[in-house]
């Protein structure tokens, strides 16, 4: 498979290069030049394959020309290990637990099939074994994915820029008290000018040509094209539940940066049949608004209690526009868009923890919300439930008035101690660090994954 560049001038690029490289060098996203459908026999069965199966006939049919089978199912099946339950909370609504990961958020999938595939690469072609730095900008859990997926991975170093005073505590400690291979990098500013020194650093040719560096962001194709195994998976388990169910089936993703929505968007360009998308958003609503006027124009992300969600320039906005060839009408028949204030969000907490006994974190909230306001009769409504509210435990004891229970891999990541670099957002005091800082290259040789 070939990926060209959303930019389009960048074109014929392999899968290994767009998943070292992250951003091509036209500054666009890196898409496939081809989505293959699945044949119909695999959706009827769906329901009687396990998750790693289903997965695996997904990635093939993304990765299977460039990865060797083998590598590929390990990749799968190290990454699928655990379980993501879909609870029912209404007649037709349901929630998708994506939090039962390592770090207890979906982005779990992608940091380690991520880093299962970038290592596997790197072998391959990196034959004087080049150190390969990974920069992530993070709005909280992003960072926490990615670093857990790639500690202690060798031949590569982890550098996680993050907001300062915007992450939750609990978030923070997942990824500066790591050590290791990883290095938190505490930025005076917002999670877009985290994202601004990422690119930045990629435009940059003194940096380029002293260092390897690459992208854990929803940008890479590696990051963001296997959290598609979820939607799979969502519809496998409603089919078994009823097949009425699953034919109408609404999928409402809570939506920043917008890599998990378009995951989905590529499972159901690979036939998966889901009816339609919401993405529901926090006040950053720039998407709504372009479905509303056809106008996209990114502006600062404000803050919210929705954080991982606080995002002013979407970046796979690019890749939606491009699968529909910059149609707006096609995108408006396809996705729907809400959005919801602190205020909102914390209300429909409140009431759902009431009335159903079911603990939504703040992101969920707006997943939750959005399909009991947008779901048409006859249809049933997943949402992604993103990440576990204990990651976000003073917002959400604050909201419910009550202790919530904290699950044991959280606490062990509290007990770590912290450190991060602080930094400004200046590119050029970046840019300095990186290059007095570029570790030593590893020697010999790297380590199989
Ligand atoms: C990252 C994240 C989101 C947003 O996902 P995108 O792919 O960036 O749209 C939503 N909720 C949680 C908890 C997240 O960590």
Known sequence: MKYYSTNKKVSGVSLEDAVIKGLAEDKGLFMPDHITEIPAMFYENIDKLSFQDMAYTAAYMLFGEDVHANMLRTMVYDTLNFDVPLVRLEENIYSLELFHGPTLAFKDVGGRFMSRML???????????????VLVATSGDTGSAVANGFLGVEGIHVYVLYPKGLVSPIQ???FTTLGQNITAIEVDGTFDD??????????????????????????????FLPQAFYYFYA?????KISEAAAHNMVVCVPSGNFGNLTAGLFAKRMGLP???????????????????????????????????????????FARILDLYSNSHE??????????????????????????????LDPHGACGFQALKDMLQPGET?????????????????????????????????????????PMSKKFEDFRAYLLANDPPTPKGELREL
């Open 235 to 239: 519809y496998a388990q409603l089919k």
């Open 381 to 421: 409504g997943v949402f992604l439930e993103t990440a576990h509210p204990a990651k976000f435990l003073e917002t959400v004891e604050e909201i419910l008035g009550e202790k919530i229970e904290i699950p044991e891999k959280l606490q062990e990541f509290m007990k770590g101690e912290k450190k991060s670099e």
């Open 172 to 174: 923070e400690c997942q």
């Open 330 to 359: 096609a995108i408006c028949t396809e996705i729907s868009g809400v959005s919801y204030t602190d205020e909102q969000i914390a209300e429909t907490m409140k009431t759902c923890k009431k009335e159903t006994g079911y603990l």
């Open 274 to 316: 889901i009816k339609r998308f919401i993405a529901a958003n926090n006040r950053n609503d720039i998407f709504l608004e372009y479905l509303k006027t056809g106008e996209f124009t990114p502006r600062s992300s404000v803050s919210t209690i929705a954080n991982a969600m606080d995002v002013g320039d979407p970046s796979n």
């Open 194 to 223: 985290c994202q601004a020194l990422v690119k930045s650093a990629f435009m940059d040719e003194a940096l380029n040509a002293g260092m390897k560096l690459t992208s854990a962001n929803s940008i890479n194709v590696a990051r």
């Open 119 to 133: 290592s596997y690469f790197i072998q391959r072609q990196n034959e004087n074994h080049k150190l390969v730095n």
